[in-house]
């Protein structure tokens, strides 16, 4: 079997065999991956490697410095030349040279010259790293020597991130870098038919979100069925005397992915399902029925809901009480196991799923609401009948239940390129699980400019009402002093709450909840102008940078509350960081209140307790004490949620060994 030798030398991975290049899902042990979480910890902390990326990095300002007389002519030239010692792999002395030319072109296209941070934490991509880099630093530009030199070394480059929006965006602002070297850039967008999805991925470098660029590497496994070997594949064409349909994809090479903490740790609880979808005629009544039969069993007694683990239990009474109550009922009603998972699901859609929380109504249709984003998730749906039990609940028309044709988590997927790397403002806390997981290491690269930001103060208060009502106090004194501010929440429903106490003291304010388009980018940009006031659910807005309007700075810059912590302590760094970009002034506050549902959920007992004895080092303990217990379910359900997939992809001979 053809094997891959890791850049750093750790071990030797064996390819897939599938139609293009990928790895083979890697085979740990507990130890193993005990192992590797201590050393992915140990390494992110140690200065050996960003000391060597400054070193590199200065080479590279060296060499730049010598390219300023050249002609574009001589810097293309110059690159092309390069390439031999590229393809050849390690060449530090060629890739130092290449990412000099990047610089020195990007300055000549662009207006923007790469400065020594954003050069480690090309370096960094290039090696296959997850670099950490505080929000405005440029990351977008940061990718463009990464992705110029793999691409010159002849490797298929995707870079990855969380939406069609922001692909689009960043591949028009650095098309001219690539394009001067003769390379081709594609982006993919959600309504490309598939021609044209394979023109893009054709291309040297593609722009892609996560959930495009899954999703068609799920219909290429369809596609190919069970004839999914090179040989087989090449042999079939050659007896058939023609060849088989295209595949959108090249191969898993290079990816580097913006964003990564979201991509490859928020959003891989839940995995990306294939499917298509079986209609029932009947089932509108089964679920109405459904949810009419579970109003009538007793919270506590029939059932218990579990809120922390989202999960509801029925109890032995409440499997009588079900047989009693549905003993006038006929069909599916009548088979025990059947009556009790469609009870389940109805207390679930009941009490664990909430409207303007978990979802929202749009165009009479019932559409998801990612929780660690705030948008709308509208090409997916819960799978199981939970969808259509919410319909139901919500008396919207019933859609055709999921039927499963393929699925892998972002961590399987992600896991398969050859080399790997991401982007991100926080990703220290999560060094454990990158290379337990994905086999990164994490390395965080220096501010350009020092920070100039000021926590001023975490404030609880007894209720949710007393909350909004000091957020627009807050608000309206920020306001009168004519500073910008963004206010971060977690739901729409809290979102909504907000924006009236806002709209109560008339102060002018724009509101983001649940959207993921164009609109929003152009609404968060504008959030630094003076005055500015924006509401926006958890991290609305991310990938693009808040520009602070003409003297907002010299006011003190924007200032950012926080109204309820999240249940990792990352995201709210990440609302955080927000304000202060490349040095500029900023503050941030955090305003919250004892009823908030991490509190109640993760820590119910010290809850109790922080509001019997109110004091700065209670509540501090109750904020630790319930995000770090949030984080821990979380990883765990992480983790099970991948085997879960190992498992069931072997059960159905969707992947694996073909030859």
């Not at 130890?31 to 000391?51: I, K, N």
């Not at 982006?187 to 054709?202: E, F, G, L, N, T």
């Not at 959930?211 to 004839?227: E, V």
């Amino acid at each position: 079997m053809p094997e891959l030798t890791g850049l750093f030398g750790f071990g030797r991975v064996p390819l897939g065999t599938g139609p293009y290049p990928e790895l083979a899902d890697p085979a740990g042990n507990t130890v193993d991956l005990w192992l590797e979480r201590r050393l992915g910890r140990l390494a992110s902390r140690l200065p050996f490697t960003r000391h060597r990326l400054a070193r590199r990095a200065d080479r590279v300002l060296e060499i730049g410095e010598t390219l300023a007389a050249e002609t574009d002519a001589s810097l293309r030239e110059a690159a092309h030349r390069l390439r031999p010692a590229l393809l050849r792999g390690n060449a530090t002395e060629a890739v130092d040279r290449a990412f000099a030319i990047v610089r020195e072109v990007s300055d000549r296209v662009l207006g923007k010259r790469h400065y020594k941070q954003q050069i480690m934490g090309a370096i960094g991509l290039y090696e296959g790293r997850m670099i950490e880099m505080a929000t405005g630093e440029g990351k977008t530009l940061t990718a463009t020597p990464a992705a110029v030199v793999a691409a010159l070394s002849g490797k298929p480059v995707h870079v990855v991130t969380v939406n069609d929006y922001l692909a689009t965006r960043d591949a028009e602002e650095t098309a001219a870098v690539y394009e001067f070297f003769g390379l081709t850039v594609g982006v993919i967008d959600s309504d490309m038919d598939p021609a044209a999805r394979q023109r893009a991925y054709a291309c040297d470098i593609t722009y892609v979100s996560n959930n495009n660029l899954t999703f068609d590497y799920l219909r290429d496994r369809i596609a190919l069925a069970r004839r999914r070997g090179r040989p087989r594949r090449k042999a079939l064409e050659l007896v058939s005397a023609r060849q088989a349909p295209p595949l959108m994809l090249r191969g898993l090479a290079f990816a580097i992915v913006d964003e990564a903490d979201s991509v490859l740790v928020d959003e891989a609880r839940t995995p990306l399902i294939l499917s298509s979808t079986a209609n029932d005629p009947e089932a509108g009544q089964t679920y109405a029925t459904a949810l009419a039969v579970a109003r009538k069993l007793r919270d506590g007694r029939d059932y218990k809901v579990n809120v922390m683990n989202r999960q509801v239990t029925l109890e032995e009474s409440g499997k009588r009480a079900l047989e009693q109550i549905c003993a006038e009922l006929t069909g599916i009603w009548r088979i025990r196991r059947a009556r009790e998972e469609l009870a389940q699901q109805a207390l679930s859609a009941i009490h664990l799923f909430e409207l303007g929380r978990d979802y929202v109504i749009l165009d009479g249709a019932v559409q998801i609401v990612d929780e660690f984003t705030g948008r709308v998730m509208p090409d997916r749906s819960w799978q199981g009948g939970l969808h259509q039990m919410i319909e139901a609940k919500e008396r919207q028309e019933i859609t055709g239940r999921k039927e499963t044709l393929a699925r892998i988590t972002y961590q399987r997927f992600f896991r398969r390129y050859l080399r790997l790397a991401g982007m991100t403002g926080t990703g220290m806390e999560l060094a454990e699980e990158f290379r337990d997981t994905f086999g990164l290491f994490t390395t965080r690269v220096p501010r350009h400019r020092a920070s100039r930001v000021r926590h001023l103060r975490t404030r609880f208060c007894r209720d949710a009402a007393t909350k909004w009502e000091w957020v627009a106090d807050q608000v309206e004194r920020m306001h009168a002093a004519g500073r910008p501010v963004l206010v971060g929440t977690r739901s729409v429903e809290a979102s909504e709450a907000c924006a009236a106490a806002i709209a109560a003291r008339n102060l002018p304010h724009e509101v983001l909840n649940a959207t993921q388009d164009r609109e929003e980018a152009e609404i968060i940009a504008k959030a630094g102008q003076k005055c500015a006031i924006t509401v926006a659910t958890n991290i609305a807005g991310r990938g693009t940078d808040i520009q602070l309007g003409e003297g907002v700075n010299e006011l003190g810059g924007l200032h950012v509350i926080l109204t309820e912590f999240h249940e990792s302590a990352r995201i709210d760094r990440q609302l955080y960081g927000r304000t202060g970009r490349q040095g500029a002034y900023g503050s941030t506050e955090a305003i919250v209140s004892f009823e908030d549902e991490l509190f109640s959920r993760f820590a119910p007992r010290l809850l109790r307790l922080a509001r019997a004895i109110p004091c700065h080092p209670m509540e501090s303990l109750l904020r630790r004490a319930a995000q770090s217990r949030a984080e821990a379910e979380h990883a765990t359900t992480r983790r099970e949620q991948t085997k879960l997939d190992r498992q069931l992809e072997r059960a159905l001979a969707f992947t694996g060994p073909t030859e």
